[in-house]
């Protein structure tokens, strides 16, 4: 991997090749239960992060201060999909005091897209070990806040012991990659 220029994604590539990479569990606790799983979910992050498919989307405005995405639309023209197989998205958003700084890693599989979420607090990169399965079949969520689906990462044991927190940090998350779906979404005009 060439480190001469430093980029978010090679600051969690570098990351994920130490062995004391933050775990991040929001309402829960968590743990390894295979050691080689984890390894192996590791180098296909690098592998994706270290790939031609990355976008740097820069600041994400808190949704208060942006109109709605239309969703729905999205997902009636059939742009609701990435136009990657696999893709790693970095942005920041205000959150509070604070600035929320995050790498998205999106597969499309299939019809549903699967999102791997990375944080960066205290100077250092952590993995919510859980992994979102949105279906667009499945969206816009009428009527309710709803989340997508949440499988453990492989290799990695979760148990929930506040599913209100857990529920408020994937429902945000959700929020996020509707979001960076219609940023980065197929025939969407780009300028780079």
Known sequence: MNLTQITPFNTLAQ????????????????????????????????????????????TLLPKSTVPDIDVGELVDSGRYRLPHPSCAVHFECPYG?????????????????GVTVFTHMDNDWHLIPLTLMVDPEDLPYDGSDGNADCVEVDGIGVAVTDPEDLD????????????????????????H
């Open 97 to 113: 005091d604070d600035v929320l700084d995050e790498i998205m890693v999106l597969q499309q599989l299939d019809d549903k897209i």
């Open 168 to 191: 408020e940090a994937m429902s945000m998350q959700t929020e996020f990659l509707h979001r960076v779906v219609e940023a980065i979404a197929p025939g969407k005009l780009r300028l």
């Open 15 to 58: 990351a994920l090749q130490e062995p004391d990479l933050g775990i991040y569990c929001p309402g829960g606790e968590c743990s390894i239960v295979d050691e080689q799983a984890v390894v192996d979910f590791g180098d296909q992050v690098i592998g994706i992060l270290s790939g031609p498919t990355t976008y740097e989307l820069g």
